[in-house]
């Protein structure tokens, strides 16, 4: 086996940025954005492979996992750190915001995920880290758009996990509290909790599971990060 390659989706910014930049320096890495200049600056500043991908699009998923096959041979963890901030009591959200909500944390969680493991059924291996919310399993008022997009990741995982029947394919949850990221600046909202964990403290953690070997006997479950960075 040559060198393992990882793919981080929402790579260019926040977790996913910080999750690839501890894995650059001794595996083949591949960052996926949405947004070509994000893409273009991440693969210049850690020398790693790169592609614009919308995952509320199926077929943009499937060409950039398939791409990355091509290129390196295999794929052995994907860590989903995508997601579309909708803070905001309902009644002040807009309908596109609801929509691009859905776009990413459902149908697009469910594109990666259903594309990472097609790619690693075929190949008898591999590990996905799914990164969820703290909110997920802690109400927080004046989120109900996000706990609710972010619960159905949560819910797709942890029946996902329950049916691999083996620690060859690996499917893990990480559950963050607050972090100060561009998650809310991207939508013009303000990152206002006071008490959070750092991106680079929380990417340890992904980092660790992506790199279980396949006979580790870790199973396949959860993780939950709490948000004083305590675990």
């Known amino acids: 086996m040559g060198a393992r390659t990882f793919v981080v989706v ?9 999750v690839a930049r501890l894995l650059v320096d001794e595996y083949q890495v591949a960052v996926l954005g949405d947004q070509a200049d994000e ?19 199926y077929e943009q998923v499937r060409e950039a996992l398939a791409e990355v096959v091509d290129r390196y ?13 909708a803070g905001g009591d309902l009644d002040n959200l807009s309908p596109d915001r609801i929509r691009r909500a ?4 459902v149908l697009g969680t469910t594109f990666v995920i259903k594309e990472a493991l097609h790619q690693m059924r075929r190949q008898g291996r591999g590990n996905l880290v ?13 989120i109900p758009v996000y706990r609710a997009t972010k619960s159905y990741g949560t819910s797709l995982v942890e029946s996902l996990a329950e049916a ?16 100060p990221t561009r998650l809310q600046e991207r ?4 990152f206002l909790d006071e008490v959070y964990a750092l991106p680079e403290q929380v990417a340890a953690e992904v980092v660790r599971l992506l790199l279980l070997a396949p006979d580790d ?9 709490r948000a004083d960075g305590r675990w």
Not at 49 to 55: E, N, R
Not at 102 to 105: A, E, G, L, P, T
Not at 166 to 179: A, C, D, R, Y
Not at 187 to 190: I, P
């Open 187 to 190: 939508v013009g909202d303000e």
């Open 130 to 142: 799914y990164v969820g919310a703290m909110a997920v399993t802690q109400p927080r008022p004046g």
């Open 102 to 105: 859905v776009d990413v944390n």
């Open 10 to 18: 929402g790579g260019t910014s926040g977790l996913g940025l910080a």
């Open 39 to 57: 893409v273009s600056a991440v693969t210049d500043e850690l020398g790693c492979a790169g592609g614009v991908c919308d995952i509320s699009s």
């Open 73 to 85: 041979g295999a794929i052995d963890g994907v860590a989903d750190c995508a997601s579309m901030w």
């Open 217 to 225: 006997l870790y199973v396949s479950g959860e993780r939950v990060l």
């Open 164 to 179: 691999q029947h083996s620690n060859q394919i690996k499917v893990m949850l990480v559950h963050p509290g607050p972090m």
